[in-house]
């Protein structure tokens, strides 16, 4: 029994996909949540120095990290 008409479709199967999930999606979040935390650091070291160009740099950082967690619940 699959998941839905597309997997089956696609000759996938629910356990196939929970595989690919556990072998690809999750370690690529993860490591884009370890990035993001780089980032954080990174972020609060520029604050101390330049507050304007790290107020931009903070929005950008803020987009990665929510895209990321957005991505992380689907």
Known sequence: ?????WMNEH????????????????????CASEKAEVLLEDLRAEVREKPVKTLVVAGL???V??????????
Do not use: N, Q, S, Y
């Open 1 to 5: 029994m699959t998941c839905c008409p």
């Open 11 to 30: 000759g996938l199967t629910c356990a196939g996909a929970k595989r690919f999930v556990d072998e690809h999606v999750k370690p690529c979040l993860t």
């Open 61 to 63: 950082a803020g987009l």
């Open 65 to 74: 990290l929510g895209l990321t967690i957005a991505a992380a619940r689907r």
